[in-house]
Nanobody, 121 residues
Framework: QVQLVESGGGLVQAGGSLGLSCAAS????????MYWYRQAPGKQRELVAS???????DYADSVKGRFTISRDNAKNTVYLQMSSLIPEDTAVYYC???????????????WGQGTQLTVSS
């Protein structure tokens, strides 16, 4: 069974820092691009950061300079280090990945269940 499980969410004061992690498990042949999304109440899900297998990264303007995405290919894990947090960062954070599973011919997009981040003012 293929799963993506996020961890590391919680309650943080504005200005603080927190790290999230997401591990993909199962018969994964290859993990291609990996992503962090977030969804705040009443808003659409938005892309926060992405990272290719080779380590190229991209960030939403709202988090650039504050968040850092990284990955460990051997562990099929993606990380998001967050600093200088503001209340607007409050959301459920989801990891996602393009995974080639077992003997399948094409990679598919998989999603985790999400982890809550709350930033208090």
């Amino acid at each position: 069974q293929v799963q993506l499980v996020e961890s590391g969410g919680g309650l943080v004061q504005a200005g603080g820092s927190l790290g999230l992690s997401c591990a993909a498990s199962g018969t994964i042949f290859r993990a291609n691009a990996m992503y962090w999304y977030r969804q705040a109440p009443g808003k659409q899900r938005e892309l926060v950061a992405s990272i290719t297998r080779g380590g190229n990264t991209d960030y939403a303007d709202s988090v650039k300079g504050r968040f850092t995405i990284s990955r460990d290919n051997a562990k099929n894990t993606v990380y998001l280090q967050m600093s200088s947090l503001i209340p607007e960062d409050t959301a459920v954070y989801y990891c996602s990945a393009d995974l080639l599973i077992g003997d399948n011919n094409y990679p598919l997009r998989y999603w985790g269940q999400g982890t809550q981040l709350t930033v208090s003012s």
